[in-house]
């Protein structure tokens, strides 16, 4: 079992939906989750991180932690086209040991 | 953050050769790592450059087949040595801030024939 599962897709949703990725990770000792955007051809950028359980909110993007059922979430509202990438969720346990999901290919169609 | 630069982009590579990547980072950092991406599977963790010693590696990955320098606090060089068409793949490096934050350079795509 990979200690990150993340559903590759492709998902692909309507300009203006929200959008739904989702992580589950089976690393009870992992407190630092982070999702990171990998456009085509470009390295991945940190997009959003969260310590332990909670939400956390930076413009249309949420993201959410839940540690009792090891599920973590990112929502993208009002989606752009130019939101369309790759999203990859990671766990971290300790300082700089991040373990990577598959990532989800994602397509906003205008 | 960091701005990172790799060199080459790309490159095409017969087997049994051996290719070293570049990372140049524009400011003094700690940590450095390198990545192997490959198609449709998550960033895997190569190793960690230190700076001053030998790299430390992760399970599955060798000296001898990744040789890694790391001369100074901005600059990195991952050697993939006699290569095979399984080590087709884009090779990261990547930066470490702060506790958890990493930042990544656009990659290099090798494709070895």
């Known amino acids: 079992q990979k200690e990150v599962e993340q559903d590759p897709g492709p998902l692909s949703v309507p300009e203006g939906a929200i959008v739904s990725l989702n992580c589950t990770y089976s690393n009870s000792a992992f407190q630092y989750f982070m999702w990171y955007r990998q456009y085509s051809r470009k390295g991945p950028e940190l997009l959003m991180y969260?310590?332990?359980?909670g939400n956390k909110e930076d413009g249309r993007f949420t993201a959410q932690v839940d540690k009792s059922s090891k599920y973590i979430s990112l929502f993208i509202r009002d989606s752009q086209p130019s939101d369309s990438a790759t999203y990859l969720c990671?766990?971290?346990?300790?300082?700089?040991?991040?373990?990577f999901g598959q990532g989800t290919r994602l397509t906003i169609n205008p | 953050s960091a701005v990172i630069s790799q060199k080459p982009s790309r490159d095409i590579c017969q087997r049994g050769t051996s290719l070293t990547i570049q990372c140049q980072v524009d400011s003094q950092v700690t940590m450095m790592f390198w990545y192997r991406q490959q198609p449709g599977q998550s960033l895997t963790l190569i190793a960690t450059?230190?700076?001053?010693?030998?790299?430390?590696?992760e399970s599955g990955f060798v000296i001898d087949k990744f040789p890694i320098s790391r001369p100074n606090l901005t600059f990195s060089t991952l050697t993939v040595s006699n290569m095979s068409p399984e080590d087709s793949s884009i090779y990261l490096c990547?930066?470490?801030?702060?506790?958890?934050?990493?930042?990544f350079g656009p990659g290099t795509r090798l494709t070895v024939t």
């Open positions: 990671a766990g971290a346990e300790g300082a700089q040991k991040l373990v």
């Open positions: 969260t310590y332990s359980s």
């Open positions: 990547s930066v470490g801030l702060g506790v958890y934050e990493q930042y």
């Open positions: 450059a230190n700076q001053g010693s030998e790299a430390t590696y």
